[in-house]
C-alpha cells in the first residue's frame, strides 16, 4: 500500500470519490454520494476505515460489452 493509500483509507480506491486540489497544492476527497445521500459526508474525515458506500473503481473494468 501506498503512504497516500494509507492516509486516506477507503476512498482512495472509490469510485465514488473525487480528489480535489487546490490552489495551494493541497489535496482533499470528495464523496460523491453526498450528493445523493446526506448521510455520508461531502469531505469525509481521513483515513476512512469503513463506508457502507465504498464501491471499489477495478469493478468498473469488469463490464465486459461496455458501450465506450
Ligand atoms: S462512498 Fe465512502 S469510501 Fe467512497 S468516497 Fe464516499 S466516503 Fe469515501
Given at each position: 500500500m501506498s503512504q497516500e493509500s494509507e492516509?486516506?483509507?477507503l476512498c482512495?480506491?472509490?469510485r465514488h470519490a473525487r480528489?480535489?486540489?487546490t490552489a495551494r497544492g493541497g489535496s482533499f476527497y470528495l464523496c460523491q454520494l453526498s450528493a445523493s445521500d446526506p448521510s455520508f459526508?461531502?469531505?469525509p474525515q481521513l483515513p476512512v476505515m469503513h463506508c457502507r458506500g465504498y464501491r471499489a473503481m477495478a469493478e468498473?473494468?469488469?463490464a465486459s460489452g461496455a458501450d465506450e
Open positions: 492516509k486516506v483509507g482512495f480506491g472509490c480528489v480535489v486540489t459526508a461531502k469531505y468498473e473494468a469488469d
